[in-house]
């Protein structure tokens, strides 16, 4: 069920201070898909810290833009197991992870990750609000059973016609390019599995979701695959 915007004040944990969110806001939609398989251990630590300086920056864009609603929804997933940490909450009520929460394990199955995060919002999103899908892993799919390349890429395609937009990050073991051009996606970013590359990757993705938040709110698009383009 869709929030009632005119109660959508959204209490500061910190102080119990209200942010108020604009009766009008734009919904933005924050999908997450972070790839919590076996190889993830190697960064286990770093991917924690920087997926919840992501939660941390997407409220952070909630309290300098009152025009926009942030909705939080994260996905951490192996072959094991699809963690829906996070349904379509509002930003605020979108809380760190622990380290219980994140423990590496397990195979790869990506684009079953991706079809499930994009069935979740698909039904959620109206025709006039912003979705914006951030997919990490540091593997190449492996083990789906649902969804295939071509039914992820169909529905790609279709969905960046209707404000979404989709972010590919991935390790420097693959070729993350091509991993994101055979999915349709445009944007697309390496980095080094590591302390220091991951911490760097994070705080890319975050600067470049100011970048896109600062659009959106002033009512503009930013152009096809330029979501890192640090100017």
């Known amino acids: 069920m869709r ?55 997407i409220q952070k864009m909630q309290k300098a833009h009152k025009n926009l609603e942030q909705r939080v929804t994260l996905i951490t997933f192996d072959s094991t197991h699809k963690n829906l940490f996070y349904d379509n909450v509002s930003a605020y009520r979108a809380k760190p992870l622990k380290p219980k929460d994140y423990n590496p394990c397990g195979a790869t199955p990506l684009y079953d990750a991706i079809g499930m995060g ?11 609000d912003c ?3 951030t997919i990490i892993t ?12 071509q039914m992820i890429k169909n529905l790609i395609e279709k969905l960046k ?23 349709g996606i445009d944007n697309h970013l390496q980095f080094a599995e590591d302390e220091a590359g991951t911490q760097a990757m994070f705080a890319c993705e975050n600067r470049a979701r100011e970048r896109y938040n600062k659009c959106r709110a002033a009512g503009e698009v930013m152009e096809e695959g330029a979501y890192f383009r640090e100017k």
């Open 3 to 57: 929030q009632n915007k005119n109660q959508a004040a959204k209490p500061n944990g910190k102080t119990g201070v209200e942010h108020i969110i604009e009766p009008s806001a734009k919904r933005v939609f924050n999908l997450l898909v972070v790839d919590e398989s076996g190889s993830m251990s190697i960064i286990e630590r770093h991917a924690l810290v920087g997926i919840n300086e992501t939660l941390t920056t």
């Open 118 to 128: 994009i069935a979740k919002i698909n039904a959620q999103a109206g025709e006039d």
């Open 131 to 133: 979705v914006l899908v």
């Open 138 to 149: 540091d593997g190449e799919e492996n083990c789906s059973e649902e969804y295939s390349l």
């Open 161 to 183: 016609k209707q404000n979404w937009t989709f972010t590919f990050i991935g390790t420097d073991d693959l070729d993350v390019k091509s991993i994101a051009m055979d999915m």
